[in-house]
């Protein structure tokens, strides 16, 4: 299972990020916790279709489970799609992974 959080910072002291398929970073983490890899959401600044676009990104990668503070509707269906599960959450990255795992 690979974790991702969409999140405002690389680093594990960074927040949440609202818009999941917008978020400028991904981290992703093992079903451990151990951090896996930081990726620069290539769609942030898409004009139009970033949600199937960043939930390729995110299946691509191996995604099972993508965290952030906010999905639309149209992301939630793309991440379905895919076999992609999904988790509100808010708070530092370092936090809400913990919760994911435990």
């Known amino acids: 299972m690979t974790i991702a959080i969409a999140a405002t910072a690389p680093e594990l002291n960074g927040q949440i990020a609202m818009h999941g398929a917008r978020a400028p970073f991904y981290l992703l983490f093992d079903e451990q916790g151990n951090m896996l ?54 708070g530092l990255v370092s936090d809400v992974i913990v919760e994911l795992i435990s």
């Not at 970033?50 to 489970?65: E, I, Q, S, Y």
């Open 37 to 90: 890899e930081v990726l620069a959401n290539p769609v942030v600044q898409a004009e139009g279709g970033a949600a199937p676009r960043a939930a390729l990104f995110l299946a691509d990668k191996g995604v099972t489970l993508l965290a952030a503070g906010d999905f639309g509707s149209r992301f939630v269906s793309e991440l379905e799609e895919r076999g992609i599960n999904h988790a509100l959450m808010s």
